[in-house]
């Protein structure tokens, strides 16, 4: 049973540039969730996708967006980089019916 | 919001326990706590929920206080492999699966 996958797992860029990352749940959760997480830090709540809608949303600005496909991976879009997005970012899935959240590996960005 | 967890830091030596707690200032519906290794994700240890009982397997255990908002994450007889940082994450009642974390408590288990 695989868990949640994330990918690119490391993403270096330039300021102003835009990003996309992926994730794919856990075999049988419905429900993904993302995270940003700064160094010594614990995970912010970006925002969170069911059945293809965002239903939860945390203090990011507009540039974060992101999309639920069908089978449920998601992708966390981030336009107009800055220095200060530079983080790691964490996807966590679970089940609709469910309470526990299962993190991915994450995908460690670096804006310059 | 933020729950707020202490210690910040505690050092063991294999063998010993130590306690974590995590307190917040608003009603919870749930708090799950996770242990992460230095460049690895956060691995979810165990939920309580409200109402719920105490969890716990082997020598890791967790309380929920209802009344004053408050976890506490129990280690007994902690091994190396106990090191990282622990974080506590928290739902409000009424919520919907959005978790705020605390800042972490690093434990660091030496031989």
């Known amino acids: 049973d695989a868990g949640v996958t994330q990918s690119p797992t490391h993403l270096i860029k330039t300021r102003g540039q835009q990003v996309t990352l992926r994730c794919s749940p856990k075999?049988?959760?419905?429900?993904v969730s993302w995270y940003q997480q700064a160094l010594g830090q614990g995970p912010q709540f970006i925002f969170q996708y069911y059945e293809e809608e965002e239903r939860q949303r945390g203090n990011f600005p507009d540039r974060f967006s992101g999309h639920q496909f069908p089978n449920y991976s998601s992708e966390l879009n981030v336009n107009a980089l800055l220095l200060g997005d530079s983080a790691l970012y964490l996807c966590?899935?679970?089940?609709?019916?469910?309470?526990?959240?299962?993190f991915g590996p994450g995908t460690r960005l670096t804006v310059l | 919001q933020q729950p707020v967890q202490s210690p910040q830091a505690v050092i063991l030596r294999e063998g010993e326990d130590a306690v974590i707690n995590c307190s917040s200032s608003k009603a919870l519906y749930s708090v799950h706590w996770y242990r992460q290794k230095h460049g690895e994700a956060p691995v979810f240890l165990m939920i309580l929920l409200k109402g719920g009982e105490q969890k716990g397997h082997e020598k890791i255990s967790a309380s929920f206080n209802e009344k004053k908002q408050q976890s506490s994450l129990y280690l007994t007889a902690s091994q190396l492999s106990y090191s990282g940082t622990y974080f506590c994450?928290?739902?409000?009642?009424?919520?919907?699966?959005?978790?705020?974390f605390g800042k972490g408590t690093k434990l660091t288990v030496n031989p």
């Open positions: 075999s049988g959760h419905d429900t």
């Open positions: 994450g928290t739902e409000i009642q009424g919520g919907s699966e959005k978790l705020v």
């Open positions: 966590a899935s679970s089940w609709e019916f469910g309470n526990e959240q299962f």
